[in-house]
Structures are given as structure tokens and as C-alpha cells.
């Protein structure tokens, strides 16, 4: 049997071509996705970048800790303590101590993200002058050479300034450095300093009232010393999703592919079973043949990931999506996993055809190779059916139990997998009647194109549903994933329009001061809502230490500028002593107190006043600005008096904040900056997903129809003897494809459809604004690009088909 196999795949290696190629890539890209998870796994540790000299850092409590019976829970603390005033005292004492200071500098026209620092810590990175000189007064700053120059003058945020230095950039932020004495008045707070004295005597005097830092620990009072290894989790989540999309589509669509070259052949089964073969060599045969293909494609599928996983690693460092320095690195277990991943996937998409192909008889495989029949077996309906009850169980129960977890990423992009599965195993039973219903109009037109059309697409239920399935995929891919995202952002975008009654807001990146709110309030015709921006930890079961976002803000003002969303209690009922939650939290009885960590790492018990609902996860809590320490001014919403002119307000509030970093701007102009968006990470996760999947869908898709259209040689010549002329007969073709990427994308449509109704459910169930969006624009481009793949595909080889007819029957005459 091995023989024949081997002469089988040299014989017919058109049929083989698209289940190798596929495998092929299958292999690849799981080898590549495993190389590059492997290589996310540690970063590197980065050294000091603004203090690579300093002798020694001193920095404030910046973590909470929490003990809990199973250990000490740890969180970031939003306001970071600043060191303490005795301590500080005691360090002068020790040496020269050096205040640090950070805080956003808006710059019109300059990079978009400058952060400001007092000229006495550019020694420490070390930042050296190049031209120019060091600031003096507090008009005059010092930034890179590579976007301004001495002697130009920039407006920012807090007033124009002009240009008296610049230092060569490091690469690692874009620094604008103030006078320290400018530099203290635009940012009062100072949670860092240096000490230049003896490491152990720094320590006996900070005791355990602050950190201090030496050595490489300097680089964790930079600005984000995580950021490498959150990076790195993020890729994680995208090489993980994109290595199982990758393993998901590879045996989806190998397995189709195999499946259909198997039908195709039931002829010369049925000659090999009338020769006297067992079914048992039928199936080893087509066993042999699969696992020849797998060991082929497996080890050339290593050898491609080898040359594409260095271009991954640098896409995703120019997307920035990872640090500079992450490369491939020497990792073999990839290699194997993905090699015997392919060997198995091509065994397993085998199986079932190869036992089905060994069942028949003799005669019934002759009888069967006329007729497509038998498409749809009790083994694929039972499993089908099975799929899609457990699809509409766990949704059911995720919406009885937790209707939050759907709106989860990594929950819309693995639920339609089991849908995708359970359509496509279904499909034999779907595509007729699809067909006929696309075909209905064309077959309704003068002429016999249209009715050929919808009978040959109809007939050939194998061959039409192993063409709609990858296109099944493309296209419910693209809809339940960018779908979802857009469901989730129209539910945000109209959670903060119904959230919000100002008419103006006025933001601040760096926070306004007491004098710039004095102004601000006595802009006439003008009501004032100030809020800050802060957070409260709550111990959920005596043991996860959470997280929530937090405002803080005047009750009274609130309840003005503010249409909070509250299932239970009023605004006006917070206070100093109390707490507004979200339905979210494990206690949201209003009266019931909880016993929580403000933003600085203070522990407080405090009554809840109101209760709103979960959302879609961005109604945070609300406390009042005594337990938000810490937090700077840095949203203000303003509502005019009845009777107040909205252009003199306006220009009111810009003339308050002029000298402050304050922008004013409309509510439907606040609303569109902070409109939620897919953020970059995400959008090229979905990219590379969604190029997988075309890219499967292609190679399928060529692969089948050549397949179909090379085995359909015969009904061509037909039609030609009929009278057809070759155009006739490429156009009937190309129609054909047309149809069943029609049908593919119904399918498609119908699992998206039903994907993004499950979550359409839960945002109801969430007291969320509920509007399924799906994206038209991208399944049409989908929808586009397989229909092109389709009909060139089957247009090509059909041609070929012509033309040898054509040939062979001048040779005849």
C-alpha cells in the first residue's frame, strides 16, 4: 500500500498540491508563533535610564501591600507617598539632596508626548548640553536638539517659553527641562529624590518610611520600569491567540481539504474494492498517503518559520508593539512542536475520510461516484448538533452567571470558534438550500446560464461545501472579532453621551491648581464640577486584591454636570464618609460599608451611598476629594446657567486656563477626543488573525477548486459538444464561484450575527447601551477578496480544461 500510495501522490499531485501547501503554512505559522512566545517569556532586566549616575534614589511607598491568608496581595498605589518631610531633613544632613520631579508638557508642534524635569537632575541620566545654556528663569527651558533649536520659542500648556539649550536625546523619552524653581510650581509634588551619601547611612536614616535605591534597582524610579514586561504580556496574549487561530484554521481547513480529496476519488476506490482490495488497505493506503504528505509539509512548513519568524519579531517592533531589543531567539522546542502538530492534524483530517472511503462496496462506490450523495453523515450531524448545543449552553450560562466575561477579548475571540465548527459540519445540510436562494434570481433570467448555475452548485453539495467553508471562516472571523470590538465601543461612546450633562469640559494632562479653578468658577453663567482621577482597592473573598478606577468630586457639582447611572441612592448622599460603587463589587447594598485602600495606600471604611450598574466596564466608583489624596485636578465639566451665552462662557473658561495647561472644549467635542478606539495592540492582533485566515482561505480556496474544476474536465467537454462556446463555459464557471462565496458568506454572516447577539445579551443584561455594530466595510473587503480568489482560482484551470478539450478534439477530426 505504501507503494501505491507513493505512486497515487505522483500521479495525482494537482489534488495533494492544496492540502500540502496548507499544511505547509499551518506548520509554519505555528512554528513562528511558538518562536515568538518563546522569546516573550523573560525580558531582559533594563538598566537605570534617568538616574544612571545617581549615587543613591530615595523614592516613596509606591506599593500596596495587603497580607491575606494565603499570602501578601500587591497592587501599584495611584498616588505614590511622597517622602516624608522629617526624612528628608534628616537626608540634608547626609549631603546634597536633589528633588526629582515629573510631570506632561503639551508642546504645539512638538513630539506628542514631552515630560517635564528640573534642570538640576539632567546630570544624573547624564543629559550634557551641546548648545546653549542651563534654564534661569521660568520662561526659559532646555529640550533635545533633534526638534528644537536654542533661541525658539514654543507655546505649551503653561505659557510660551523659549528655547536656551539642548542636550543630545537618549532615545528613551523626550525631556523639556524647567529651572527648579518653575519646575516646582508647575508640579508641587515630589514622590523621588537623590542623595549623594553613603548607601547604609541613607538607609538607617529612610528606615522603613520610604525605598532606597542603588545599583540596577535605580531603573524603578524611571518612568514605567514594567513597561518591558507588560509589552511582553501583551504579546503574549497576541502570539497565544494568533498561534491558536493558526491551529484552529490549519485542521479546519486540512481537514476539509482532505476530506474532499478523499470524496473526489470514490471511483477509483470503488475499482481498487472490485480488484479485490480490503477496506482495510483502502484506508492504509489513504493513511499512507496523508502521512507522507504530513512529514513533507511538516519539515518544510519548520523551514519557512526559520526565515519568517526575524520578519515577525521586526513588524512587531516597528509596529510598537514590542521593545527594541525583542528578537527570535535560539529555541527548539517550537520546531517539534509544530512539526508533530502537523504530522497529527494530517493524520486526524485523514481518519474520517479514510474510514468512510473503506466502508463502501464495490458496486455502491461505483453507484456513489455519479451521484453526490450521502454528503451528510449521522458521524458529522450528531457532531454538528453536538457543537452547537454546547455553544448555546455555555452562552446561556455565561449570561445566567457572569454576562461580563463576553465582553472579555479573549472571550469574543475564542467563542466563535466553536460556532465556525459546528456551521461548518452542518454546511452539507445548509448549502443547498443557500444555493438555491442566491441562485434564485439568476435562475429566473432568459437563458440556461442561470439554471446551470444553481444545479451544478446544488448537486455537488461536497464540492460547494468544502469551497464555502474557508470563506465560512474569513468572513465569521471578521465579523465576530471586529465586530465585537465595535459593538463594545458604540456601547462605551454611548454610555459616556448619556453619562454626561456638561456643556463644556476643560482637561488637563498635568492637573490645574487651586488659582486656575478659582478662575474657573468665577467665570459668570458657569457651573463647575472639578474631578481628579484616582483609584480605591477593595479585598474581594479575603484574598484578590482589586483594582477600581476612581473619581473623585463635590457631590453637589456631581450631581449638576453628571447623569450617573444608579440602580440604588443618590449622588447627593456621598460624602466624606461614604462611597458610590458599581454592581461589580462583592458588597453594593447602599448602607453597607466596605472597608478599602485610597489611592495613597490609606485604609478606610466607608458607608455606600449609591450603587450604579456594571456596564460595560467603565462606571468606576466615586469618592469626594478628602479620600482621593493625592489626585491632581485634571477634568473639569462645566453646565451653563439658564440664560448664559455659550461663546462668552466659552471664551471665560479659555481666558481661566490660559496660563494653565487647560484645554476647553465642547461636550461633542470632548466626546469624539475620548471616544473609545481599538487600541493599536489589538488592532494589529486582529490583523495578523485576520491575515491568517485570508490567507487560508486563499490557499483553499485554490486548492479545492483546482482540484474540482481539474476532476470536472469531462462535464466541460460536455457543455462545449452541447454548444457552449469556451467563454460560455468560463463565465458559467466563474458564476459558480461566485455562488458558492455567497454561500460561504451567509454562513459566515450567520455566525457573526449569532456571536455578536450573545453579546448584544449581555450588555442588555449589564444595563449597557445595546447596538450590534458589524463591520459592513471589512466583510465586504472579505467578502471581495474571496469571491477574487474564488474565481480566479476556478477560472484558470478551467481554461486549461477548455482549451486541452478544444485541442483533442482537433486532433479527433
Known amino acids: ?81 511622597p517622602v516624608p518631610a522629617r526624612t528628608v531633613a534628616a537626608l ?50 532646555v529640550v533635545t536638539g533633534d526638534w528644537a533649536r536654542v533661541g525658539e520659542r514654543l507655546r505649551t500648556g503653561s505659557g510660551a517659553v523659549r528655547v536656551v539649550g539642548t542636550v543630545r536625546g537618549l532615545g528613551f523619552e523626550n525631556p523639556v527641562f524647567y529651572s527648579d524653581a518653575r519646575a516646582a510650581r508647575l508640579s508641587p509634588g515630589s514622590a523621588q529624590l537623590v542623595v549623594d551619601a553613603d548607601a547604609a547611612q541613607v538607609r538607617r536614616v529612610v528606615g522603613t518610611g520610604a525605598q532606597v535605591l542603588t545599583g540596577d534597582a535605580r531603573r524603578l524610579a524611571d518612568a514605567g520600569p514594567d513597561r518591558d514586561r507588560e509589552a511582553l504580556t501583551a504579546l503574549n496574549a497576541l502570539f497565544g491567540t494568533a498561534g491558536g487561530v493558526s491551529g484552529f484554521v490549519s485542521v479546519f481547513v486540512v481537514a476539509s481539504t ?78 517539534h512542536v509544530a512539526f508533530w502538530t502537523g504530522l497529527l492534524v494530517a493524520l486526524c483530517g485523514v481518519v474520517a475520510a479514510s474510514w468512510r472511503a473503506g ?74 438550500p443557500l444555493t438555491r436562494l442566491v441562485a434564485w434570481l439568476p435562475s429566473r433570467l432568459p437563458g440556461a446560464g442561470g439554471m446551470l448555475v444553481r444545479e451544478n452548485a446544488a448537486a455537488a453539495v461536497r464540492r460547494t461545501a468544502s469551497v464555502a467553508a474557508p470563506v465560512l471562516v474569513t468572513v465569521a472571523l471578521t465579523g465576530s472579532l471586529l465586530g ?39 467665570v459668570p453663567g458657569a457651573e463647575v464640577s472639578a474631578t481628579a482621577s484616582s483609584a480605591v482597592y477593595v479585598l474581594e473573598d479575603g484574598v484578590a486584591l482589586i483594582r477600581s478606577a476612581a473619581r473623585a468630586a463635590d457631590p453637589r457639582a456631581l450631581a449638576a454636570t453628571a447623569r450617573l447611572p444608579l440602580t440604588a441612592g443618590r449622588i447627593t448622599g456621598l460624602d466624606d464618609r461614604s462611597i458610590i460603587v458599581n454592581e461589580e463589587w462583592q458588597r453594593h447594598t447602599v448602607g453597607e460599608h466596605v472597608t478599602v485602600w485610597l489611592g495613597d495606600g490609606t485604609r478606610r471604611s466607608l458607608r455606600i451611598a449609591a450603587v450604579m450598574p456594571v456596564g460595560t466596564g467603565d462606571n468606576g466608583v466615586y469618592v469626594t476629594p478628602a479620600n482621593a489624596p493625592g489626585a491632581a485636578v485634571d477634568r473639569v465639566e462645566v453646565r451653563m446657567a439658564e440664560g448664559a451665552r455659550a461663546d462668552a462662557v466659552a471664551a471665560g473658561l479659555r481666558e481661566a486656563v490660559r496660563a494653565s495647561d487647560g484645554r476647553v ?44 474544476t481539474s476532476d470536472r474536465a469531462r462535464d466541460l467537454a460536455v457543455l462545449r459538444l452541447a454548444g457552449a462556446t469556451g467563454g460560455q463555459v468560463l463565465r458559467l464557471v466563474a458564476a459558480e464561484a461566485l455562488t458558492v462565496v455567497a454561500v460561504g458568506t451567509l454562513l459566515g454572516l450567520l455566525v457573526a450575527g449569532l456571536n455578536l447577539a ?53 486532433v479527433r477530426e
Not at 492 to 513: I, M, N, Y
Request: overall charge positive; glycine content about 10%; some cysteine.
Open 665 to 708: 472644549l465642547t461636550k461633542a467635542a470632548w466626546l469624539r477626543a475620548t471616544s473609545p478606539r481599538t487600541d493599536g495592540t489589538t488592532r494589529l492582533g486582529f490583523l495578523l488573525v485576520l491575515g491568517i485566515a485570508l490567507l487560508y482561505t486563499g490557499i483553499s480556496l485554490a486548492g479545492t477548486l483546482v482540484m474540482a
Open 484 to 522: 465585537a470590538t465595535a459593538t463594545l465601543n458604540r456601547a462605551q461612546a454611548a454610555e459616556a453621551r448619556e453619562r454626561t450633562a456638561a456643556d463644556f469640559v476643560v482637561t488637563s494632562e498635568s492637573g490645574l491648581d487651586r488659582a486656575a479653578l478659582r478662575r474657573l468658577r468665577a
Open 92 to 141: 540634608r544632613a547626609l549631603g546634597r539632596v536633589t528633588e526629582d520631579r515629573s510631570f506632561p508638557v503639551r508642546v504645539e508642534g512638538g513630539p506628542g508626548d514631552p515630560v517635564g524635569h528640573p534642570w538640576s537632575t539632567a546630570a544624573f541620566a547624564p543629559y550634557e548640553l551641546t548648545a546653549g545654556r542651563a534654564p534661569r528663569a521660568a520662561d526659559e527651558v
Open 1 to 81: 500500500m505504501l507503494s501505491i500510495a507513493v505512486r497515487t501522490l505522483r500521479t495525482r499531485w494537482i489534488t495533494f498540491t492544496g492540502t500540502f501547501v496548507a499544511l505547509a503554512l499551518g506548520v509554519a505559522l505555528i512554528a513562528v508563533m511558538g518562536l515568538a512566545l518563546a522569546s516573550s517569556l523573560d525580558a531582559p532586566e533594563r538598566r537605570p535610564e534617568r538616574f544612571a549616575t545617581a549615587p543613591v534614589v530615595v523614592r516613596g511607598q509606591d506599593t500596596l501591600r495587603v497580607p491575606t491568608p494565603i499570602g501578601v496581595r500587591t497592587q501599584q498605589l495611584a498616588h505614590p507617598r
Open 359 to 432: 466502508r463502501t462496496g464495490p458496486t455502491q462506490a461505483l453507484r456513489e461516484a455519479s451521484v453526490d450523495s450521502g454528503a451528510l453523515t449521522w458521524g458529522r450531524l450528531l457532531c454538528g448538533a453536538a457543537l452547537l448545543v454546547t455553544a448555546g449552553a455555555t452562552l446561556a450560562w455565561a449570561l445566567a452567571s457572569d454576562p461580563g466575561d463576553l465582553l472579555h477579548r479573549k472571550t469574543y475571540v475564542s467563542r466563535p470558534m466553536l460556532l465556525i465548527t459546528a456551521v461548518a459540519l452542518l454546511a452539507p445540510a445548509l448549502v443547498r
Open 758 to 810: 450573545g453579546m448584544g445579551a449581555a450588555l442588555g443584561l449589564l444595563s449597557a447601551p445595546a447596538s450590534i455594530a458589524l463591520p459592513w466595510q471589512a466583510l465586504g473587503m472579505a467578502a471581495g477578496a474571496c469571491a477574487v480568489l474564488a474565481v480566479v482560482s476556478a477560472v484558470i484551470p478551467a481554461g486549461v480544461a477548455v482549451r486541452r478539450a478544444r485541442g483533442m478534439a482537433g
Open 258 to 335: 482532505f476530506a474532499f480529496a478523499v470524496a473526489q476519488r470514490r471511483r477509483e476506490f470503488g475499482l481498487l474494492r472490485t480488484a479485490g482490495s480490503t477496506p482495510g488497505q483502502i484506508r492504509r493506503m489513504v493513511c499512507a498517503e496523508a502521512l507522507l504528505i504530513g512529514i513533507l509539509a511538516s519539515a518544510t512548513g519548520c523551514a519557512l518559520a526559520s526565515y519568517a519568524a526575524p520578519h515577525l519579531a521586526a513588524w512587531v517592533v516597528d509596529g510598537g508593539l514590542a521593545p527594541g531589543w525583542f528578537t527570535i531567539g535560539d529555541h527548539t522546542w517550537p520546531y
